[in-house]
């Protein structure tokens, strides 16, 4: 079972982290949803945070989407599916498995597969879970976890949730289980086959819940370029673009970044209501002002024009 948190009421939204992160990064957005009528259910993914890892076979991005398909059918009245970076994908592997228990999506910069350079694969392939198990650093755990809590007391990231949790992954890795994890969603996110019939890039045409990306203009982990690859293929999507954004440390452009993933959840939800009374949702790409800069109590949305 995944384990899990809340904030507001309403119709659910479960929240995927990304790597080495936990649920609890997700309670700034879980605040700014929460008035929209839009409950957040954050959760650690398997082998992070509270949740147990897997036992068995090799992590795969369909053992990790398995598991929120599950919680989704438990939540009864379909919930939207939220993810950034290995969430991301992990949320549209959970969609292409089961379309019809989601209501709709939104993926933040998604970890996409791509081409590796040769080396990078082969070095996955040597990556093994259970021999990051063995390393001898559990003794080390008390000093790691003050040198976590001082760098997360840093004042200039208090409201920078993304930022605080990644800091506590210093000490998160003194678990054995936990460093399993990592590397098994390293590898399974490596090894993520991009093309073929298995591919996410030829099942990605098929995905039925209406769907909104989120790019970081300044990310360089996940390029924003993959907007007009995902375009493309699928071509009613929302693209919401942040210009001051990175991948997901963003300093003073935290507050940025999670008021554009959440009005993205906001303009899915409505469209799940309007094709209920049968009209359709076309493509659409809209540029997030910057909000760090400007009133507080901004929408942040600068323009919408087609793609």
Request: net charge positive; with cysteine; glycine share 10%.
């Amino acid at each position: 079972m995944l384990h899990r948190q809340s904030w507001g009421d309403g119709r659910a939204l479960i929240a995927l982290h990304g790597l080495g992160l936990e649920s609890t990064c997700f309670a700034g957005l879980g605040e700014i949803l929460a008035p929209c009528g839009i409950r957040t259910v954050s959760v650690d993914l398997p082998g992070f945070g509270k949740t147990p890892a897997p036992g068995g076979p090799l992590t795969t991005v369909r053992s990790m989407a398995e598991p929120v398909v599950e919680l989704a059918r438990e939540l009864g009245d379909p919930p939207l599916l939220l993810g950034m970076s290995l969430g991301g994908r992990v949320a549209l592997e959970a969609a292409l498995l089961a379309p019809d228990v989601f209501r709709g999506l939104v993926l933040v910069a998604p970890a996409m597969p791509r081409r590796y350079p040769r080396w990078t694969t082969e070095a996955a392939r040597l990556l093994r879970p259970e021999l990051a198990e063995r390393i001898p650093i559990e003794a080390a755990w008390p000093l790691l976890k003050r040198m976590a809590d001082t760098r997360e007391a840093d004042p200039g990231i208090a409201e920078d949730w993304f930022t605080r949790i990644a800091k506590r992954t210093i000490y998160y890795m003194s678990c054995p289980a936990t460093r399993a994890a990592f590397v098994g969603a390293i590898r399974a996110m490596v090894s993520d086959p991009g093309v073929g019939p298995d591919g996410v890039w030829a099942r990605l045409p098929g995905l039925a819940p209406p769907a909104a990306f989120v790019w970081g203009a300044r990310d360089r982990m996940i390029s924003p370029k993959l907007e007009g690859v995902v375009a493309k293929r699928l071509p009613g999507a929302l693209h919401v673009r942040v210009p001051c954004a990175g991948h997901y440390q963003n300093g003073p452009h935290f507050r940025c970044h999670i008021e554009a993933m959440a009005e993205a959840a906001v303009q899915i939800d409505a469209r799940t209501r309007r094709s209920r009374k049968g009209r359709g949702a076309e493509g659409e790409a809209l540029t997030f002002a910057c909000v760090a800069e400007s009133e507080p109590d901004g929408v942040g949305v600068e323009s919408a024009v087609s793609p």
